[in-house]
């Protein structure tokens, strides 16, 4: 291969994920040493309360600009992408504005749920959808004009403003409001703080609004759509739990999803990111199968020990960490990991529906996996067992992520054989510290003691990898 799309294959990618990563750690360990914190100041009930305000925001956001946001990237032109931009905040302000129709009506929506409390949520909902739509469109505007400290730099804001905000809140006694508010709060300085940096490298555009509406409507007609169907059937639970359930069934699982699917989510966000703008070039450059490759075993070589170690450790994990009325959330923990560690791998190169053009086959995708999702709460709930609910759940979510992973790869022109080895190689390496994690299971009943073994584990793999996986591992020309 020319040093040309070598390059495009590896070093181009790596600086830009490595920066929206380093920031994404940061953010993330001032959640994460918060947590344990939080777990003790709030019930689960309150974190069912936010983990239902966060699923709506995110359903309503997803479809709140039209998915013009992910046309910000493609425009020959700077000026016509600072269109699409203006476009995708103007639908934006006025998707928020919209939803501002929940607060009168929060109380009958709270009945149709047979949860009163749910009506406290609703207040913060048109405020959370316009500052999660307006800072989705800012990050990728700074990702096209190559602003990813701005963007890391934002993500560290928001965490910086939204932990102490709920530990205040918690330490004063305040119930899932807190919860929500102080998320609220971070997530709008983040916003504030990317659209300040966007203000300073673009104008919005307001000629030629309508062309390029025109020009990209592939993007309502099958990517809103298609976003939608997939954010609404990752948020399922949080709407047929608590329908099915009592809320704190609703907080065991936010606090299992959140403590094993954020993180990888924002590191997968932050990969996809780069990974949009990077497979359209490499698609012109001939580089695309390598690009695919790359990024495909580099999320796998991170994504499968955390993940296969959970399945065996979590409930002791959790109990450890969180306090041992939150060992519950472990278990769910352990349900939902298999589908995670696809969704892990795929979903970052699942932008090569919208490089290839092919985004009807992505709501298709979609719509068959939010009707399977539905399908299997509904049987769950009707059986009035919870974990049974959410292992269904967690298995038909594996299945279909599975069938993505494979379709992507094939559509990335992806190597088969070499993407089945490089997952082999990464489990051969993760067996003797998976071993470990193993027999303190087995041998201990103490939560502190195999949650150490899960530690000197960890310990041990980042060592193996390093020693056997150099390859992933970015060198010094890489990080530029």
């Keep these: 291969m020319p040093e040309s799309l070598r390059a495009l294959a590896s070093g181009s990618l790596v600086g830009p994920v490595l920066t929206l990563v380093t920031g994404t750690v940061a953010a993330q360990a001032l959640a994460y040493l918060a947590r344990p914190l939080l777990t003790r100041l709030f019930t689960p009930e309150a974190f069912g309360l936010l983990g239902f305000y966060l699923a709506a925001v995110a359903v309503l956001s997803t479809a709140a600009m039209g998915k013009y946001e992910d046309a910000i990237p493609l425009p020959a032109s700077d000026r016509d992408a600072a269109g699409v931009w203006t476009l995708a905040l103007g639908l934006g302000l006025i998707a928020s504005l919209v939803s501002l129709i929940v607060i009168p009506l929060r109380e009958p929506i709270a009945a149709l749920l047979y949860r009163p409390e749910v009506a406290t949520a609703l207040w913060f909902?048109?405020?959370?959808?316009?500052?999660?739509?307006?800072?989705?469109?800012?990050?990728?505007?700074?990702?096209?004009?190559?602003?990813?400290?701005?963007?890391?730099?934002?993500?560290?804001?928001?965490?910086?403003?939204?932990?102490?905000?709920?530990?205040?809140a918690g330490?004063?006694?305040?119930?899932?409001?807190?919860?929500?508010?102080?998320?609220?709060?971070?997530?709008?300085?983040?916003?504030?703080?990317?659209?300040?940096?966007?203000?300073?490298s673009v104008r919005p555009v307001l000629s030629d609004l309508g062309r390029l509406a025109g020009q990209y409507r592939r993007f309502p007609l099958f990517?809103?759509?298609?976003?939608?169907l997939n954010t609404l059937s990752t948020q399922l639970p949080a709407f047929l739990l608590l329908a099915y359930f009592a809320p704190d069934v609703l907080g065991f699982y936010v606090l299992a999803y959140g403590t094993l699917a954020v993180p990888m989510q924002l590191i997968g966000g932050a990969v996809g990111q780069v990974f949009f703008v990077r497979a359209a070039e490499a698609r012109r450059e001939g580089a695309l199968g390598p690009l695919t490759q790359m990024v495909f075993a580099r999320l796998s070589a991170f994504g499968l020990f955390p993940l296969a170690a959970m399945v065996l450790a979590a409930p002791a994990a959790f109990g450890a960490v969180f306090g041992a009325e939150w060992r519950e959330a472990g278990v769910y923990a352990q349900l939902l990991a298999p589908w995670l560690y696809f969704s892990f791998v795929s979903a970052p190169i699942s932008a090569l529906f919208d490089v290839l053009e092919q985004q009807p086959w992505e709501l298709a995708f979609n719509a068959v996996l939010v009707t399977a999702r539905v399908a299997a709460l509904v049987i769950g709930g009707q059986s009035g067992s919870a974990l049974w609910t959410v292992g269904l759940f967690g298995a038909v979510s594996a299945l279909g992520w599975f069938v993505h992973t494979v379709w992507m790869l094939r559509w990335g022109q992806a190597d088969g054989r070499e993407a089945l080895q490089a997952v082999g190689r990464h489990a051969l390496i993760a067996a003797a510290p998976l071993a470990l994690v193993g027999v303190a299971v087995w041998l201990s009943e103490s939560d502190l003691v195999v949650t150490a073994a899960l530690g000197a584990a960890a310990l041990l793999w980042a060592g193996l990898m390093m020693r056997f996986e150099p390859g992933l591992w970015p060198s010094a020309e890489e990080q530029q």
């Design 125 to 168: 909902i048109p405020a959370g959808v316009w500052a999660t739509a307006w800072g989705r469109a800012n990050e990728v505007w700074l990702t096209r004009v190559d602003r990813f400290g701005s963007v890391s730099g934002a993500r560290v804001a928001q965490n910086a403003v939204m932990v102490p905000a709920q530990i205040g």
């Design 171 to 200: 330490l004063t006694g305040g119930a899932a409001s807190g919860l929500i508010g102080g998320h609220l709060a971070g997530r709008v300085v983040g916003t504030l703080v990317m659209f300040g940096v966007a203000l300073r």
């Design 223 to 228: 990517s809103m759509p298609s976003g939608f």
